[in-house]
């Protein structure tokens, strides 16, 4: 053998192992979304339980944004990954003889742009299905797909540094009270600490009897703050202002607080 084909042998074997390897791990798989072009869709919906999260793209642009949560901006590269991975989805076949998942599963629907479905699958731990009546499939992973906004969102909360406040007033029937400087400093320690994980769209929110506060910055700026429990030991909390463009670009979110406002 000359050293040229012996050179070519050599780079050739590597790509030929790779080839094997991957024949052996598809034989005998199938893949769950079939057929899909992935720039064909435009909107994913996850749900289980109740729990629902809708990402779609933004007409005319290409970018992506999440309808169920008030079209909070959403991760874009989260989103194009997760789809690949959906799209890229092989299994085995499940014995006939296995027993029937008794958890509820999540389901993932891929729509096009007109809202047409184009694929719907059912994940349990380890295992999906194509629905309506595909088999089950067992998975050597399972994809994470969180059914909650801010997983998908690059949304963040406003900032406001504790310095920069200079009274808060609890807004009630008798017209406006000023708080303490104690309390007036725990106001301040949860607007510092205050991030967007688990955040919520705000019209989701019933806000009677809600916790009514007005922050003034030193600058004149004026910050109304509502909060009322999310039903599972913390705190939903709304902020509005007219003039402050951090603030107003979250007006319509809820964000999730661990402490109750003074």
Known sequence: MNIRWLVLALLLAPMLLLGALL?????????????????????????????RVVLARKAGTGGWEIPSAADAPADEARI??????LLALRGRPVAANAPEQQRAPLTVRLSDADGKALGEAAFWAGEAQRLPDGERLSLAKTPA???????WSTLQAPQIPADRIAAVEELGEDGPKALS???????AK??????????????????????????KLVDGTVIDLQQVPDGDGRYFLRLTSDTLESVR?????AFRVAEPLP
């Not at 194009?80 to 991975?85: G, I």
């Not at 955040?199 to 019933?206: E, H, N, T």
């Open 145 to 151: 797909l969180p059914v909650w906004p801010s997983a």
């Open 190 to 215: 949860i607007l510092a600490d205050l991030g967007a994980k688990d955040f919520v769209a705000g019209a989701d929110v019933s806000w009677g009897g809600a916790k009514l506060l007005r922050v």
């Open 249 to 253: 670009a979250a007006r319509r979110y």
């Open 23 to 51: 024949w052996r791990d598809n034989a005998g798989t199938q893949a769950l979304m079939r057929d899909i072009d992935r720039e064909a869709v435009a909107g994913i919906e996850l749900s289980r339980e109740g729990e």
């Open 181 to 187: 400087a104690e309390a007036t400093v725990q106001v």
């Open 80 to 85: 194009r990954r997760s789809l690949d991975e």
